[in-house]
């Protein structure tokens, strides 16, 4: 993200599922627009399915000039119905906020690339951190998102345990 000095990020309410859309149009226009998206794992039709969501529904961030900018062009743009006001006044928001938005999506998709290589059901793993560090196991399935449930053995007798998918990796 840019940093232009006189420049302020502003909100945009877009229509329906648009954001997308206006973000493509506004870029066209050399507007710089953000709207976070972070990948969900769904039950659809009864199979787990890692979907694509915009975090904030039918708006969208812009930075522009506040005094060089074509509002009238920005809010006639294909997907958007208009800015966010408060009274007469258009809400801005720090640029802090986006990038902290920004910084979390990406943490969030690093999460969930990191669920995606999960090894299957019987395959060995080796914890990495954590109280168990060094420890081999037996990955057994996943227990929600962010969590595996695994197998190790402790005095000689099968445990199962529920560790942070971070904390384990594929046994070489």
Excluded at 22 to 29: D, G, I, T
Excluded at 143 to 171: F, H, M, Y
């Amino acid at each position: 993200m840019s940093n232009d000095v006189s420049s302020k990020w502003y909100l945009l309410y877009c229509k329906s599922k648009e954001e997308a859309k206006a973000s493509l149009h506004l870029a066209n226009q050399g507007i710089e627009s953000f709207y976070p998206t972070i990948h969900i794992e769904k039950c659809v039709r009864g199979k787990k399915k890692l979907v694509v969501e915009t975090l904030f529904p039918s708006y969208l961030f812009v930075k522009i000039d506040p005094l060089r900018a074509n509002f009238n062009a920005i809010r006639s743009t294909r997907g958007v119905n208009d800015f966010v006001k408060f009274g007469g006044n258009y809400a801005s928001v720090s640029a802090d906020l986006v990038e902290y938005l920004s910084t979390s999506v990406e943490q969030h998709q690093h999460a969930q690339r990191v669920l995606c290589q999960l090894p299957k059901s019987g395959d060995k793993v080796r914890v990495e951190s954590g109280p168990f560090a060094g420890l081999e196991a037996i990955y057994q399935s996943d227990d929600g998102l962010e969590r595996s449930v695994l197998l190790i053995k402790l005095i000689n007798q099968w445990q199962k345990i529920s560790l942070p998918n971070t904390q384990c990796t594929v046994a070489a």
